[in-house]
Each structure stands twice: as structure tokens, then as C-alpha cells.
């Protein structure tokens, strides 16, 4: 295919999903078999990617179909979501509605359709985002056709399918043909995302051409306080109605189950398991919601078939009365449901063979409902955060229905793992999700950045590691309490150290983990996701390449008689450390520090500045604890890095506080509007006694760290007054 595109980008983020029934609006969510999680997922990462400034418009891609039992909307080219989003319709080969397996044939003419658009409006967007296997390889066609990178979330795997496909049946050509475009959309991806450590390791390592190194773990959010808030009344009481034209004692708990009516999600096996268990149909109802239907023989095959065998148990085991199965139910109406079943102390059950989140057991978690769920998946990381419910095996009945039953049946375990859910959840939320979302994607702020007013991290801590946030345990658990307490602060640690080596200092001490750790004396910046990984920000590095001429530094430098090269894992490409001799002496090392060292060191440094200047080599030079030298790219350092994460989170200069104990701290502690002097500081230090912005704390490590946190958030304790900083020059910042 020939190259059709060139420019700049545009500032748009293109999201294709084909499959399922998307339009404006209300989702008939359970419409068609297609018409699921995945929809609401890319509308929720929508909307939250919306409110993000470096995000400018947003365009959804979806297919064209015309079918009046579903709707003449489908067929419509083009409607406007909102004033930032766009859905486009591509028509390809066939105009009927088309299951995922029959989407296959339309690929090529999908990709073709969009290709004419772009070219048409003339947009070219800096990313494209794939949902699904279809999607993926439209996206892989287009990116052939113009360069423009593209990732790609899976939703759900055909190769975890094959393996829970009962024994000794064919794998079936649909499956096969998806499984190759899987292996496809994944080979040619940019990167990857996955919603839990499983999907990352097991789900996706099933594919020859998985790279973990390109795969991001981000979970989506949930918007937990549409479930924690109490449903209208008027909603309430239709679900209360609605479930009690099922039940004959409807104030028993209840075990819930909330699934689109496919195979995957094992209801059958709930219902198994319930039919036969005597003391759990004794004492609790089963409610399932399984999509939404008219009439089960005008569904989909699979739809079709996974209700009649649901009926066929029901009136097998003979379930009548004490089972509720209900023809329909609105997106509105979901906090209700689950709010029905924690009422009546009620459990969720998720019992699907494989699961590659469960966004349903954080709207339970929020509920302050108790969850049994599939060992198999993305339960596991909800549940090891969350702790609000137990993990079974989706083949073991009799394991499902005793984890049902030990649940209603003990009070005290029952209000253990429902006030879990319901404070632990809040870590799963959208606008968390779209942060890191615009980090991993490496997206710019445009020139001029859209208002973002609903900012959780409003203010910013960033603090030194060893001697400062480091050094007293008692008073580093304090600390870790005051962040828990804090959330809006956005939590920074910077280090000398690398990050593999910060890391370990961080784990031996038990330790808060930051949002962000920057190393190397402010020469590497690495977000820190939920599962403890780090994630280098590349646009860091780009900036820092500006002028640094490392090799050429370190050629001069080495040969200077007063510095000695420090060992090869203290080295980093952007920054370069020596040892300063001591006077007369040719052995190399840290030193202690006196006042004739502390003078003969500063001496060095300026002598070191010198002969960068004089061969034409710009850096920065930093002198730390006694006899420590690094050599930076003069836009590095730890001030400079984090006034690069104050801008991405559009954090007011004036509420960054920071924190140190040595000279390597300096540019950091007179950069923000509050800097912390803990008093176990070295004399380096001394010589800004005067600096108006810092606060001497008389207490040691972290416990210095909280005095001066209570200094800042109540500033009439200070001393002396804090001075107004004035924005730094962004040209000097490098951004």
C-alpha cells in the first residue's frame, strides 16, 4: 500500500472498534452478543481522555450497518458525541449487522473507507487506538499506509479461549481466522495494553509475537461514586418490583451475576452450582442479569443457546421461586441491582472461565458487595488490591457454591470483605487510568492546553531519598500514613541512585512507593505503575539530548587529575560521577567530610565547571556529600525534572513542596515554594541560610519531612514568611 499521508499531527487520538452496536447516546448494552464491556470501556477512556489537555478531539471508528431490529441510527456516516468527539461510520462490503466472526471480510474494505476519510477531512492523528482483533488489523493496514503508530487492546484473547474450550473439541476455523489476526494486530503494535498482570504475562505470552517489553499494565477505572451513591428512589423501586415477581421470600441475601449471556461466562455453572448446594438454595435467591433480550429465539446463536440450557437448569433443579432472570435492565439501573443484592447482605459472583479484568467486581467493591470470583484473569489483581472477596476455580462447582455460601453464612466475614471493597476501590478510577494513559502514550501538551479543572494531584511533593526520606522508620511509617491521608499530593522521590538500586534502598526500608522516582541526580525520570513496575518517560531523555556531549565530557574529564571515575553501575547515559580526590593522596571513594575538604571539593567543582566551559561542553556540574561530582546535561537535575512533572500535571509552582539533606538537593529545595532542610543536613547546605523558601526542621529524616509538611499546610507557623516564586522561563526548563 503507498504512502498517502505527511504533516504534523493533529493533536487527535483515533480509536477504532468495529464490532457491537455504537452509537451517540444511550448503548443498548446486551443488544447483541457484541454489545458489551468492551463499548463501555472505550466510552469511559473517552470520556476521561477528554478532560486531559494534551488531548484535543478524539475520533471513534466504528462500522456502518443497516438493520431496523436494531436501529436506523447505525447507518448514519457521522455523529457528534460531544463537542471533542466524533464517531465516524465506514461502510464496508456488506450493509447487515455482522458478529465478530463474520467481520473478517469487511477488514479490508473498513481500512480502505478509512484511509478516503482521512484524506478527505485531511486529519492525521498522533495515535491510533485498536479495540479488538479486527480493529488491530485495520489499524496495522492504515499504519502501512501512513506511519502512524498504533496500540492496540485486545479486550478479550481467542488463544485463552482455545484453552478453556471444552476437551476434545475442535479449536473451529472463526476462532483460528482470529487467533491470526491477533498474532497480527499484536506483531505490528507500537505497544500493547493490558488491564492486569494475567493478561500480560499468561494471556498475551500465549502469542509468538508477544514482546513484553511493549506491553503497559493499566487497569480502567470505574466510577465508584455512581455505585456508593444511593440509586434514585424511583430506580430502586422498579428493581425491587422487577425481582420480586421472581422470588417467593425476597428479603433472603441473594447471590448476584451481572454477564452478557455467553459461553465464557460460565452463569451455567453458577446455576449448577446453587441447584446443588441444599443450604445455599435454603438460604439465599439467585438473581442473573444476562444482557438484555426480546425473545430468546430471535438472539444470537450463542445468546440463544447459553439461555435455553440457563432454563433448562432452572426447571431441572426446579429452581422456580427462588431464581430472578429478567428480560431487561439500563446502564442507570446497575448501581441499583448491585445495591438490591448488598442490602439483603448479599454476595457477586463472576464465575467466567476466563476474565480478562472485571470491571463488575469494582462496581460490587464500591457497593460494599462481597465478591466470589474467577481465579482465572483480572479478578486477581482486583481482589489482591482490593481484598473484598474470594477467588475460585470457574471448573470447580462445588468450590463456587461453598465460597457463596461462606459469605452469607458469616456476618463477621461478610462486613470484613465489603468494608474492604468499598475503601480500597477508589484506586481504580478513569481520570487515574487517562494520567497514565497520557504518559505511556508519550503525548504532548498542545501550545495552548485545554482548561483541566477536575485534577485529583493538586499539589507536589518531591523529596530526596537516602538521609532525608530515609533514615528513621518510625517516622517513615508517619509519613506513609500522611500520604494515604494526602492523595492529592502528587508524590515524588529524587535520587542519586539508580533505579534498580533506589528500588532495593526503597524495598530493605518498607518504604512508600512514589508516583514517580526520579534517578540518576534528576537525569532519568520513571513512573511507578500499581504493580510496583517502573516506566521510563522517553520525552525526559529527549529533552536532556539537547547540547550533552557525554563522551566528549568524559574524555576531558578523565583526565583530570583531581577525579577519579566512580564504578560502571553508578554511570548512566546522562549522567557521568566522580570521586574528587582528597588533597596529596591518589585513592579514590567517598570520604568523610571536614571544613578543609568541604572548601578543597567546592574548589574542584568550579575548576571542573571551567574546563567544560573552556572546551565548549555545556553541562551541569553537582557536588554532593563530600566528594561526590556528577556532570549533567545542562537541562537535567533534580529541579529541572520535577518542574517537567509539575507541567504535566498543571501543578501550581507554589504548591510544590520539597524536601533534602545535601548539595545535590540545592537547585531541587530553592526551586520549590517550600523547601524542607531536614536537620540531619550536611554543611553544604549552610550557605543558604538566607534562602527565605526553606524551612530548618529540628527534627531528623522523615520526621523533618512532616514538620515541614505541617509548616506548609499551615503557613502562619512559619517563622518568617514565604516568598512568592515566580514562574521559571520555560526556555530555561527546556520545555
Known amino acids: ?23 451517540a447516546g444511550s448503548i443498548p448494552y446486551g443488544l447483541t452478543a457484541d454489545t458489551g464491556g468492551h463499548i463501555r470501556y472505550l466510552l469511559e477512556l473517552v470520556a476521561a481522555l477528554a478532560e486531559c489537555p494534551e488531548v484535543s478531539h478524539q475520533i471513534i471508528v466504528t ?27 465506514c461502510q464496508g462490503h456488506s450493509t447487515a449487522y455482522l458478529s465478530k466472526e463474520e467481520l473478517w471480510k469487511e477488514v479490508p474494505h473498513l481500512a480502505d473507507c478509512l484511509i478516503s476519510k482521512m484524506q478527505h477531512y485531511g486529519i492525521r492523528p498522533n495515535l491510533v487506538h485498536a479495540h479488538y482483533a479486527d480493529a488491530g488489523v485495520v489499524a496495522m493496514r492504515l499504519k502501512a499506509a501512513s506511519g502512524i503508530p498504533y496500540v492496540f487492546t485486545a479486550h478479550s484473547l481467542g488463544a485463552t479461549k482455545a484453552q478453556h474450550r471444552p476437551a476434545n473439541s475442535d479449536i473451529g476455523k472463526d476462532l483460528r481466522r482470529r487467533i491470526r489476526y491477533e498474532e497480527l494486530a499484536i506483531k505490528h503494535a507500537d505497544q500493547l ?33 455512581n455505585f456508593r451513591r444511593r440509586a434514585p428512589a424511583p430506580i430502586a423501586k422498579q428493581i425491587d418490583s422487577e425481582l420480586k415477581r421472581f422470588l417467593r421470600e425476597p428479603d433472603r441475601p441473594c447471590i448476584l451475576a451481572l454477564a452478557r449471556p455467553v459461553e465464557k461466562k460460565n452463569l451455567c455453572a453458577l446455576v449448577r452450582a446453587y441447584g446443588e448446594h441444599p443450604n445455599l438454595r435454603n438460604q439465599a435467591n439467585l438473581v442473573i442479569y444476562a444482557g438484555t433480550r426480546r425473545e430468546i429465539d430471535l438472539g444470537e446463536p450463542e445468546a440463544r443457546h447459553v439461555w435455553q440450557q440457563l432454563l433448562k437448569l432452572i426447571d431441572q433443579y426446579d429452581l422456580y421461586g427462588h431464581v430472578a432472570y429478567p428480560k431487561h435492565h439500563t446502564l442507570e439501573q446497575v448501581p441499583a441491582i448491585y445495591q438490591w443484592a448488598a442490602k439483603r447482605r448479599g454476595v457477586f459472583a463472576n464465575p467466567a472461565l476466563i476474565e480478562p479484568f472485571g470491571l463488575t467486581l469494582l462496581e460490587a467493591a464500591a457497593s460494599g458487595l462481597p465478591v466470589v470470583a474467577t481465579q482465572e484473569g483480572g479478578p486477581v489483581d482486583i481482589l489482591n488490591r482490593c481484598g473484598h472477596g474470594l477467588l475460585v476455580a470457574p471448573s470447580d462447582i462445588r468450590g463456587i457454591a461453598d465460597a457463596c455460601h461462606r459469605l452469607i453464612s458469616n456476618d463477621i466475614e461478610w462486613q470484613h470483605y465489603s468494608s474492604h471493597g468499598h475503601r480500597n476501590v477508589d484506586f481504580y478510577t478513569w481520570f487515574r487510568h487517562a494520567r497514565q494513559y497520557v504518559l505511556d502514550m508519550d503525548l504532548a501538551v498542545p501550545a495552548d492546553p485545554i482548561p483541566f479543572n477536575v485534577r485529583r494531584a493538586r499539589q507536589l511533593l518531591a523529596t530526596d ?40 534502598e526503597l ?66 547515559a546522562y549522567k557521568l560521577s566522580f570521586f574528587i580526590r582528597a588533597t596529596g593522596t591518589n585513592t579514590p571513594g567517598p570520604r568523610p567530610m571536614t571544613a578543609s575538604s568541604a572548601w578543597h571539593n567546592e574548589a574542584i567543582k568550579k575548576e571542573v565547571e571551567k574546563v567544560l566551559m573552556s572546551a565548549g561542553l555545556v553541562a551541569r556540574v553537582v557536588h554532593s556529600h563530600g566528594n561526590l561530582l556528577d556532570v549533567l546535561p545542562e537541562a537535567g537535575g533534580k529541579a529541572k525534572a520535577v518542574e517537567f512533572l509539575r507541567k504535566r500535571f498543571t501543578i501550581d509552582r507554589q504548591k510544590v513542596v520539597a524536601s533534602g539533606d545535601s548539595g545535590n538537593d540545592t537547585d531541587l529545595l530553592q526551586y520549590a515554594a517550600l523547601g524542607i532542610v531536614v536537620a540531619n543536613h550536611t554543611g553544604e547546605l549552610e550557605s543558604l541560610r538566607d534562602c527565605r523558601s526553606l524551612y530548618w526542621a529540628d527534627a531528623d529524616y522523615a520526621n523533618g519531612i512532616l514538620e515541614g509538611l505541617e509548616r506548609f499546610e499551615n503557613p502562619k507557623k512559619l517563622s518568617q514568611p514565604m516568598r512568592r516564586i515566580p514562574e521559571v522561563n520555560t526556555a530555561e526548563t527546556g520545555d
Open 507 to 572: 524495598e530493605i526500608w518498607k518504604a512508600p512507593l512514589p508516583d514517580f522516582l526520579i534517578t540518576d541526580v534528576g537525569s532519568s525520570i520513571y513512573r511507578i505503575d500499581c504493580h510496583r513496575k517502573t516506566h521510563l518517560i522517553h520525552s525526559w531523555h529527549r529533552q536532556l539530548d539537547t547540547d550533552w556531549q557525554r563522551d566528549e565530557c568524559e574524555r576531558l574529564l578523565s583526565r583530570h587529575s583531581a577525579l577519579e571515575l566512580q564504578p560502571q553501575n553508578t554511570q548512566s
Open 1 to 23: 500500500m503507498e504512502r498517502v499521508f505527511s504533516g504534523k499531527p493533529s493533536g487527535v487520538i483515533m480509536h477504532i472498534a468495529l464490532q457491537g452496536c455504537l452509537k
Open 63 to 89: 462500522r456502518a450497518f443497516d438493520d431496523p431490529h436494531l436501529g436506523t441510527e447505525y447507518n448514519q456516516q457521522e455523529e457528534k458525541m460531544t463537542d471533542s468527539v466524533t464517531l465516524w461510520r
Open 465 to 504: 531519598m537516602d538521609g532525608t526520606l530515609l533514615g528513621d522508620r518510625d517516622g517513615l511509617k508517619r509519613l506513609a500514613i500522611w500520604l494515604a491521608q494526602n492523595r492529592h499530593y502528587l508524590f515524588v522521590i529524587a535520587t542519586g541512585r539508580s533505579v534498580a538500586a533506589a528500588l532495593r
Open 193 to 225: 495494553i493490558a488491564s492486569s498482570e494475567h493478561e500480560a504475562q499468561i494471556q498475551y505470552g500465549l502469542y509468538k509475537s508477544n514482546n513484553a517489553r511493549k506491553t503497559l499494565v493499566n487497569p480502567p477505572g470505574c466510577h465508584v461514586e
